[in-house]
């Protein structure tokens, strides 16, 4: 089974839904030790990056979520989750993150409207599983403010333009993570969930 962690954000529901939909067996799970027992791990999240971090040491899914990358269990990101794997944001000062990913989160630049929020184009980097048989530049879903700055170019798995080219997608070895929101993002939002299902099962 995919665990869907909970720790206090928002957005949980649609995203069991989507993977519901596709026929990929998840559930929201609230304890370490689920997590521990998945076979995949699914990081979601919307809201402030620092409120995130401290729910996730509080709940100790913070050291959940470095057991299932060294363990090598699929690991998806999703807007914040992708955030959160990276080693500190720039948000309302410093906070530092999970580490998992070198590299920084950084707020949009001033003169852009923020959030950045509606349809965007992804445009791959290279060759990812979780993008299996979708096109490139195809058009998901964006809804954030702020954005990573990898400090690997290798992770760099898709980039998109919003007044500047920014890291939407990354990936490495078990651990694949997107900005956008596939469950808000129509057909080809459900394929990269699906794939990821795929992926769990084939672990």
Not at 37 to 48: E, N, S, Y
Not at 65 to 81: Q, S, T
Not at 169 to 174: D, I, K, W
Request: hydrophobic share 40%.
């Amino acid at each position: 089974m995919i665990a869907i962690i909970d720790y206090g954000v928002g957005n949980l529901r649609s995203v069991e839904k989507a993977f519901e939909k596709v026929g990929i067996k998840a559930g929201i799970v609230r304890d370490p030790g689920e997590v521990d027992r998945a076979d995949g791990v699914v990081l979601p999240g919307v809201g402030a990056f620092a409120d995130a971090m401290d729910n996730l040491k509080r709940a100790g899914m913070n050291l959940a979520v470095k057991r299932a990358v060294e363990d090598g269990r699929p690991l998806l990101g999703i807007c914040l989750g992708l955030q959160l794997l990276f080693e500190a944001s720039e948000e309302w000062g410093y906070s530092e993150g999970l580490g998992i990913f070198p590299g920084v989160v950084r707020r949009l630049p001033e003169g852009l409207k923020v959030p950045h929020m509606g349809w965007n184009q992804v445009k791959f980097r290279g060759i990812h599983p979780v993008f299996e048989g979708v096109p490139d530049n195809s058009a998901f879903y964006f809804v954030h403010s702020y954005y990573v700055d990898p400090a690997r170019e290798s992770v760099k798995a898709g980039v998109t333009d919003y007044g500047i080219e920014f890291t939407s997608a990354v990936g490495h070895r078990n651990v694949f993570a997107i900005q956008f929101h596939p469950e808000k993002s129509s057909a080809l939002g459900l394929r990269i969930l699906r794939n990821f299902g795929g992926i769990v099962e084939r672990c």
